[in-house]
């Protein structure tokens, strides 16, 4: 069982930068595949970047990709989401996942945060 809290979101201009993190619960973190999604209001959750479980492979969706970095800390439980250069369109709330492996799929993870917003104004 592993629990996820996010935190980091918040309001920022376009061209500005947020760095989210996900703090998780339970000694066998370092056993999972961490994932960001995001879902927009009246939009489904899509997938925004996965890291593996010794941060040695990562993924990106071509939207985010060249702008955001996923990273990881074992040693203190947490994944994060360095977000750079941000849009209008990264408006959402973001949502940190844990999977047995790295997927772009939401079915694939069994664990997830509560979410948190990020408003991007233009």
């Known amino acids: 069982q592993v629990q996820l809290v996010e935190s980091g979101g918040g309001l920022v201009q376009a061209g500005g930068s947020l760095r989210l993190s996900c703090a998780a619960s339970g000694r066998t973190f370092s056993s999972y595949a961490m994932g960001w999604f995001r879902q927009a209001p009246g939009k489904e959750r899509e997938f925004v970047t996965a890291i593996s479980w010794s941060g040695g492979n990562t993924y990106y969706a071509d939207s985010v990709k060249g702008r955001f970095t996923i990273s990881r800390d074992n040693a203190k439980n947490t994944v994060y989401l360095q977000m750079n250069s941000l849009k209008p369109e990264d408006t959402a709330v973001y949502y940190c996942?844990?999977?047995?492996?790295?997927?772009?799929?939401?079915?694939?993870?069994?664990?997830w945060g509560q979410g948190t917003q990020v408003t991007v104004s233009s």
């Open positions: 996942a844990a999977a047995r492996s790295s997927s772009w799929y939401t079915n694939d993870y069994p664990y």
